[in-house]
C-alpha cells in the first residue's frame, strides 16, 4: 500500500475541472497580478473568518512581516513568540529589524505558554533589557488555538499588539469563534500543503481595524498612496498573483468536508494509539484545523525507522527549536532555556492525514504504527 503524508492529487481529482476553468478565465482577462480573482477571494476570506478586512498577499511569511511593518515595528524592538514553531515566524520578526524574544511552550499543546509569557515580558532577558516590547506572535500550531482570551487580556494588560500566526489553523475554531479573528490581526499562509493551500505561494493578512488594514495595503504595494506611483511610505512587492487566488477559490468550499473528515481521521488514531504513544490533546471548546496529527514518542528515531521501512511517511515538525537554530544564534540563548520546546523536539514527530484518506489506508498506518512499538 502506497501512503501518502499529504495526499494533494486526490484534492485536485475533485476540483481539477473547475480550476481549469478558473484558470483559462484568467488567461483571457490578462490580469495575471492582482486581478479580480484578488477581491473576490478577499471578500470570501473575510465571510468565513468572521474578520472585517482580508488582505492577500505573496506568503505566509509576508503576511506577518506586513502586519509588525504596519505597526512601525522594526529597529530596537521585541516581539514575543515561541520556539517551538516554522522559522518563518520569527523570521519574519528579525526581517523587520525587531529581535524575537521567546517564550516556552505548553507541553500538552505545543502553543505558547501564557504564564512563561507573563514572566518573560515582566523579566525579559539581558539582550531585551533596552529594547521596546510590541507585540505577541501567537501561533495556533499543528491547527490548534492557544487561550485567546487569555492572552489577549496579557497582551492588553502590557500595551501590546496580538498576532495570530495561523498559517496552519485555517478552518480552526476557538469557542465560537474561527482562526484568523482571534487577535488584533492574523497572518495565514497558503502554501500548498496548509490546510487551506493554492498551487504555489500565497498568504494573507486579516484584521477588524481599518487603519492597520489601509496600512498593510499601501505597503503591499511599494507603500502606495492616493494611486500607484505616488508613494508614501517605504513599502515592498507582497502581492499575489491571479491564478494562486483562482486554485484557494475552488478550494474554499472543500475545506469544511476536508476538516470533518480529518477529525473523525484523528479520533480514529488517537483511540487506537493512545496505549502506545503520546496522542495530540485537544483542549475544551477549541476545534482543530488538524494541518498536522502530532505524536510523542521516546526512542523516536528508531521508531521512524522502523515506519520508514514498513511504507508509513513521516515528518519531525520541529527537530531544532528556534533558539538554537544558527539563524538566532546572536541573541545568545542556550540548549536547557526552554526545556518544554527541547523536550518536544526530541520526540514529536508527525504521522499521515488529510481529508481523503480511506479506512484501509488508516487501518494500515495504524497496524504499523502499533507494531513500531514491538
Ligand atoms: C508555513 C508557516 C509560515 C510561513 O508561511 P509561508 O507561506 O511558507 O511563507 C509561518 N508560520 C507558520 C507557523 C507556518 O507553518
Not at 483571457?28 to 472585517?52: N, S, W
Amino acid at each position: 500500500m502506497k501512503i501518502q503524508f499529504n495526499d494533494l492529487s486526490r484534492q485536485q481529482e475533485a476540483i481539477r475541472q473547475r480550476v481549469e476553468e478558473r484558470f483559462k478565465t484568467v488567461l483571457d482577462h490578462g490580469r495575471y497580478v492582482m486581478g479580480p480573482e484578488i477581491i473576490e477571494l478577499e471578500e470570501k476570506l473575510a465571510d468565513c473568518t468572521g474578520a472585517r478586512h482580508c488582505l492577500a498577499c505573496g506568503s505566509g511569511t509576508l503576511a506577518i512581516e506586513l502586519a509588525l511593518r504596519a505597526r512601525g515595528i522594526g529597529h530596537g524592538d521585541v516581539v514575543f513568540t515561541t520556539p517551538f514553531t516554522f522559522i518563518a515566524t520569527a523570521g519574519a520578526i528579525a526581517l523587520t529589524g525587531a529581535k524575537p524574544v521567546f517564550v516556552d511552550i505548553e507541553a500538552d499543546t505545543f502553543n505558547i505558554d501564557p504564564d512563561q509569557l507573563t514572566k518573560v515580558i515582566e523579566q525579559p532577558p539581558a539582550f531585551a533589557k533596552d529594547l521596546r516590547p510590541r507585540a505577541i506572535i501567537a501561533v495556533d500550531l499543528f491547527g490548534q488555538t492557544p487561550d485567546y482570551s487569555r492572552l489577549q487580556s496579557i497582551a492588553q494588560k502590557h500595551d501590546l499588539l496580538l498576532l495570530e500566526d495561523a498559517a496552519q489553523s485555517f478552518g480552526a475554531r476557538f469557542g465560537d469563534k474561527l482562526a484568523g479573528n482571534l487577535a488584533d490581526v492574523a497572518a495565514t499562509s497558503f502554501f500548498p500543503a496548509k490546510p487551506l493551500g493554492c498551487y504555489g505561494d500565497g498568504g494573507a493578512v486579516f484584521t477588524n481595524d481599518e487603519q492597520l488594514y489601509l496600512i498593510m495595503k499601501s505597503i503591499r504595494n511599494h507603500g502606495e498612496g492616493s494611486h500607484r506611483y505616488e508613494n508614501i511610505r517605504v513599502g515592498t512587492n507582497g502581492r499575489i498573483d491571479s491564478m494562486q487566488a483562482a486554485v484557494l477559490l475552488e478550494k474554499l468550499p472543500l475545506l469544511d468536508k476536508e476538516r470533518e473528515a480529518k477529525q473523525k481521521l484523528a479520533e480514529k488514531y488517537s483511540a487506537e494509539l493512545a496505549s502506545k504513544y503520546t496522542t495530540p490533546v485537544v483542549r475544551e471548546g477549541n476545534t482543530s484545523a488538524w494541518a498536522q496529527y502530532s505524536l510523542l514518542t521516546e526512542n523516536r528515531d528508531q521508531i521512524l525507522e522502523k515506519l520508514q521501512s514498513a511504507g508509513v511517511p513521516t515528518a519531525v515538525y520541529y527537530p531544532i527549536p528556534l533558539h538554537l537554530q544558527g539563524a538566532f544564534a546572536d541573541l545568545g540563548y542556550r540548549t536547557g532555556d526552554f526545556p518544554v520546546s527541547e523536550q518536544t523536539a526530541a520526540n514529536i514527530f508527525s504521522i499521515p492525514m488529510h481529508g481523503y484518506m480511506t479506512e484501509s489506508e488508516s487501518d494500515f498506518v495504524i497496524e504499523k504504527l502499533l507494531a513500531a512499538k514491538g
